[in-house]
């Protein structure tokens, strides 16, 4: 737990509070030097920045995608309930204003752009395959030469 509640906040001396521990100070300091919790930590990281980039996939594709039929439909409401509200789905949505009485301005968030954010990472998702794949090419052409100089000796 608190390694959990480490990666959550960055904070060791909150973690060891939140996950039970009577002196936190003490033994925030104990834990965070023991190779076991580091090891946890580094892997609670990496899933973490995989959790991170697969929301920030969705979440783009949501922009790029989404219905906007509950905006439109916000729009026209002559009464604009709070509870009604909340059961519209707004994501695309980057800001309501209303100027005037009666009056509401929707502004969304660039389909454009969210398009060009997924083709990047898409793209750079293919960058670091090709740079594992040279890699293993290039390794598999030096095992190669090395064979041809053991040939050759």
Do not use: W
């Not at 002196?23 to 925030?28: G, Y």
């Not at 409401?77 to 709070?82: D, F, G, H, K, L």
């Not at 909340?86 to 968030?109: Q, S, T, W």
């Not at 190669?144 to 050759?152: A, L, R, S, T």
């Amino acid at each position: 737990m608190f390694c959990f509640y480490f990666a959550e906040s960055g904070n060791a001396e909150r973690a060891a509070a939140k996950a039970g521990y009577l002196n936190p100070a003490k033994t925030a300091a104990a834990l965070a030097v023991r190779k076991d919790i580091n090891e946890e930590m580094e892997e609670l990281y990496r899933q973490r920045e995989k959790n991170i980039r697969h929301k920030s996939i969705c979440g783009y594709e949501r922009i790029a995608f989404g219905d906007v039929s509950d905006a439109v439909r916000l729009m026209f409401e002559n009464e604009y309930p709070e509870e009604k509200c909340a059961e519209y789905d707004l994501f695309n949505v980057a800001e309501i204003k209303r100027p005037k009485e009666g009056a509401m301005e929707i502004k969304f968030f660039d389909r454009l752009k969210a398009l060009e954010k997924l083709e990047n990472l898409k793209n750079a998702d293919k960058s670091a395959q090709s740079d594992f794949y040279n890699a293993v090419i290039g390794g598999i052409a030096q095992y190669g030469e090395c064979d041809k100089v053991d040939e050759e000796e």
